[in-house]
T-cell receptor, first 113, second 110 residues
Framework: GAGVSQTPSNKVTEKGKYVELRCDPI?????LYWYRQSLGQGPEFLIY????????DSGLPNDRFFAVRPEGSVSTLKIQRTERGDSAVYLC???????????FGPGTRLTVL | QKEVEQNSGPLSVPEGAIASLNCTYS??????FFWYRQYSGKSPELIMF????GDKEDGRFTAQLNKASQYVSLLIRDSQPSDSATYLC??????????FGAGTRLFVKA
């Protein structure tokens, strides 16, 4: 079956611009995670959705970051007024539940110039 | 103190040898422990998970957990060049978070 998909695979933007990153989880997976990974580091937790609701958004670095999952499937991570420090690979993962194996998407590489 | 710590490496082992990867964690209430493999430029993929103290074997891989010492390890027997990757230790602490270590880079020399 299809795995987790993320679009776009690469996004180059200018400082101050707004970006949206999309994640399409595995069908039937109710849990969805967003992570950010910088070079040489492990994935850094951003936000967790159980169904449509954000059960834990404590990893979002500041109020420029926001994520939604309106129908309990596809999720969008939104970043306002991008900064150069936002450059990283943004990974999405889904699982059957919060203590289950997470399946990762291929990631979106965001570059802020 | 970082919540999940790993030696960044690189760890270099000859082909056929045993590679030993280690991880310590700070939260005594941690419940589940995962090892992910990440090839360069790719996303993480699960290798092993372990919940209980002791050893868990799956093919060439063995995960070892010692909750009293807050220590989890991954052994790779008969290492192959295709095992060369970064190995990420991940810890589920309850609630909703899984915390990842920075990873250990492994090189298996042919």
């Amino acid at each position: 079956g299809a795995g987790v998909s993320q679009t776009p695979s690469n996004k180059v933007t200018e400082k101050g611009k707004y970006v949206e990153l999309r994640c399409d989880p595995i069908s039937g997976h109710t849990a969805l995670y967003w992570y950010r990974q910088s070079l040489g580091q492990g994935p850094e937790f951003l936000i967790y959705f159980q169904g449509t609701g954000a059960a834990d958004d404590s990893g979002l670095p500041n109020d420029r970051f926001f994520a939604v999952r309106p129908e309990g499937s596809v999720s969008t991570l939104k970043i306002q007024r991008t900064e150069r420090g936002d450059s990283a690979v943004y990974l999405c993962a889904s699982s059957l539940g919060q203590n289950n194996e997470q399946f990762f998407g291929p990631g979106t590489r965001l570059t802020v110039l | 103190q970082k919540e999940v710590e790993q030696n960044s490496g690189p760890l270099s082992v000859p082909e056929g040898a045993i590679a030993s990867l280690n991880c310590t964690y700070s939260d005594r209430g941690s419940q589940s422990f995962f090892w992910y493999r990440q090839y360069s430029g790719k996303s993480p993929e699960l290798i092993m998970f372990i919940y209980s103290n002791g050893d868990k074997e799956d093919g060439r891989f063995t995960a070892q957990l010692n909750k009293a010492s807050q220590y989890v390890s991954l052994l790779i027997r008969d290492s192959q060049p295709s095992d060369s990757a970064t190995y990420l230790c991940a810890v589920y602490t309850g609630g909703f978070k899984t915390i990842f270590g920075a990873g250990t880079r492994l090189f298996v020399k042919a």
